[in-house]
T-cell receptor
């Protein structure tokens, strides 16, 4: 079945710098790749997603890139701000059996003022 | 007008007790999920229902029994609670394999 690996597990950057989180997946048939942000004590919320027919998608300071050949996708956050501090999860759709999302292990991002 | 709601938000109970968590969504989605998030923040799917039918059961102990009375509701009953069941349980809903909307979570503490 689908397996998603996410790196790094923790990331600390200076305010204003960029942050990059990377994920790899195993199922070449996966076609949907969302990213979720979870603030402390809150629910995971979708921040951006990408489908397999697109290589890159951008929404203001966040962007996601997808390399289907290498089976990896990345989240890029530019001009980081303190409110970007959270745990970020990548996920990939599984094509095996009932459809579901398989989540990465999460990255705890800390923005230092 | 909350999209996905869960009750209760906190649940503190003794080992061996039985407890239930309720979830409701008003998004008109056909698919609902239960996830367990442990202390390391890992999000693991437990169950999924599509239009009241169980479609995913991820090797969860038999002490956990989901029930979906209609496609807008998905409840989780846990028998004989154990220390290892302590976690945050999230309900979610989606239409097909698409954006999943999560509930606020239920923090279960087993003493």
């Amino acid at each position: 079945g689908e397996n998603v690996e996410q790196h790094p597990s923790t990331l600390s950057v200076q305010e204003g710098d960029s942050a990059v989180i990377k994920c790899t997946y195993s199922d070449s048939a996966s076609n949907y790749f969302p990213w979720y942000k979870q603030e402390l004590g809150k629910r995971p919320q979708l921040i951006i997603d990408i489908r397999s027919n697109v290589g890159e998608k951008k929404d203001q300071r966040i962007a996601v890139t997808l390399n289907k050949t290498a089976k990896h996708f990345s989240l890029h956050i530019t001009e980081t701000q303190p409110e970007d501090s959270a745990v970020y999860f990548c996920a990939a759709s599984s094509s095996e059996g009932a459809q579901k999302l398989v989540f990465g292990q999460g990255t705890r991002l800390t923005i230092n003022p | 007008d909350t999209a996905v709601s869960q009750t209760p938000k906190y649940l503190v109970t003794q080992m061996g007790n039985d407890k239930s968590i309720k979830c409701e969504q008003n998004l008109g989605h056909d698919t609902m999920y239960w996830y367990k998030q442990d202390s390391k923040k890992f999000l693991k799917i437990m169950f999924s229902y599509n239009n009241k039918e169980l479609i995913i059961n991820e090797t969860v102990p038999n002490r956990f029994s989901p029930k979906s009375p209609d496609k807008a509701h998905l409840n989780l009953h846990i028998n004989s609670l154990e220390l290892g069941d302590s976690a945050v349980y999230f309900c979610a809903s989606s239409q097909y394999v698409d954006t999943q909307y999560f509930g606020p979570g239920t923090r279960l503490t087993v003493l």
